[in-house]
């Protein structure tokens, strides 16, 4: 079965600092990775997703075959940037995304 | 802009009660699903529904069920709660891979 792993629990890092959030996941076909955010007292959203190579508020990700990895990248944090994030997967012929346990990103000034 | 909504923000309830948790979409989607979220261990899936009347187990359905009588709503009813069900609950519909999510309910069960 497929799983995802994000090794952090929390990150915390100063403003205009870079910021990595790790996810790996396993998983011996092509799957399609995504991240999903929740900000405080907002609902949890979908951030962005590999196939689409796009840059979502400063945020990047690389989908890393060969590390079977996809972490999200900032070169440079906000505050506003503080939020816990998910990394998700999702596998041809099956009709849930498997999610990671979360990484708390907090971004102090 | 898609909304999802669910019926209540907080809930407290007592062990052994039968509790429903309602989730209600307004883009006609076909996929509805539902999670619990807890601290150290993300989300997990409850439930999932992919047309009216239809509805497949997730990683963790266990106490609960669900039903789907009509396109827009999904329902998680929890038989008989229990305090090892206190936790964070968050609806969801769109597709498998965009998922549209509900504020979420906090159920704490005494």
């Known amino acids: 079965a497929q799983r995802v792993t994000q090794p952090e629990k929390l990150l915390s890092v100063f403003k205009g600092a870079p910021v990595e959030l790790k996810c790996n996941y396993s998983?011996?076909?092509?799957?399609?990775l995504f991240w999903y955010v929740q900000y405080s007292r907002q609902r949890l959203q979908l951030l962005l997703r590999?196939?689409s190579r796009e840059s979502i508020k400063g945020f990047t990700a690389d989908l890393n075959k060969g590390e079977t990895s996809f972490h999200l990248k900032k070169p440079f944090a906000q505050e506003e940037d503080s939020a816990m994030y998910y990394c998700?997967?999702?596998?041809?012929?099956?009709?849930?995304?498997?999610f990671g346990k979360g990484t708390m990103l907090l971004v102090s000034p | 802009d898609v909304k999802v909504t669910q019926s209540s923000r907080y809930l407290v309830k007592r062990t052994g009660e039968k509790v429903f948790l309602e989730c209600v979409q307004d883009?006609?989607?076909?996929?509805m699903f539902w999670y619990r979220q807890d601290p150290g261990l993300g989300l997990r899936l409850i439930y999932f529904?992919?047309?009216?009347?239809?509805?497949e187990k997730g990683d963790i359905p266990e106490g609960y069920s669900v039903s789907r009588e009509k396109k827009e709503r999904f329902s998680l009813i929890l038989e008989s709660a229990s305090t090892n069900q206190t936790s964070m609950y968050l609806c969801?519909?769109?597709?498998?891979?965009?998922?549209?999510f509900g504020p979420g309910t906090r159920l704490l069960v005494l």
């Open positions: 998983y011996s076909g092509s799957p399609e």
């Open positions: 883009m006609d989607h076909e996929n």
């Open positions: 529904s992919y047309d009216v009347k239809m509805k």
């Open positions: 590999h196939i």
């Open positions: 969801a519909s769109g597709t498998v891979e965009t998922q549209y």
């Open positions: 998700a997967l999702s596998v041809s012929g099956y009709s849930t995304l498997t």
